[in-house]
């Protein structure tokens, strides 16, 4: 069944990647990188040409760590149909796919995303038991990067609760093992969000620049200005600080900071801001299409800048 274009529940995902990859054999594959608190699988898809060669440099997304942000995997599935279904027919794909692995992880938070469609549309965390009643940990905020600093909540009902420790959750376990057993390869990091339409550079958790923040900025705003060709649609760039507010234990900052990768991007999709009475988080499914050709576009464009 296809999935593209639609809120897919974590079950029809993991089908279709197994799905496509068996399309595409010589192109995809795809492997698990662990399972959730409840045992979901957390399953990555390995797309490029020659990908089994494991020489190439690596763009990885992760997508979904926030539960109730269904545009994220959402893109990161119409991300991955883009790549196998328009190699050899799509120049800049092609290009794309032979130049690049691309690390795809569509649904990072199966438990807090299943919990999202079942009992809690509004869900953000994962689903681990903790004190006082209380469920979830902000897996943004379970990484080792300043860990229970800014942004952060000591109360474990709060949705911004970064756990009792870092890496506590093992959904965020599982992507710091994934991405350490990568990381010489890995060019670019991408974190999948919503909303607010932003590319947010690093780092999240202070506002302090690193000493690359001008090249950062420079690959964001190109990617920012190739997004707004496709529907018009206007993104910022800047850092969390500046946009929005300090968060400590972000994935993007960790991928960066700690396994030093020096492109790492975080991407705050579709709305550009809530409507009245509706929640940003709930957009229209007819909206995932728009969305994710404009951030191919965007895309596209980082992707083409960081080569050298
Ligand atoms: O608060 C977050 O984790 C992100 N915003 S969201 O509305 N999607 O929850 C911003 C994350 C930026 N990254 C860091 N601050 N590390
Ligand atoms: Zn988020």
Redesign the pocket.
Known sequence: SDIVGKYARHSEIDSWLINIADQYPTLAKVESIGSSHEGRDMKLIRIGKNNEARTKPIIWIEAGI?AR?WVAPATAIYTIHKLLTEYGINPVVTQLMDEFDWLILPSANPDGYEYSHTMDRLW?KTRSRQSGRCTGV?P??NFDISFGGA?TSTNPCSD?YPGTSAFSESETRNIRDALLSERARIKLFLSF????QLI?TP???TSIKPSDNQELMRVAEAGVASLKTIHGEMYTAGT?PDL?Y?????S??WAKSVAGIQYAY?Y?MRPAEASFGQSGFILSESEIIPNAEEVWASLVTIATEIQY
Do not use: C
């Open positions: 926030h942000e953000r902000d943004n905020r942004g911004i969000h919503a909303y607010s947010l780092y999240g958790y969390p929005l300090a968060a400590s234990g972000g993007y900052d975080t705050e």
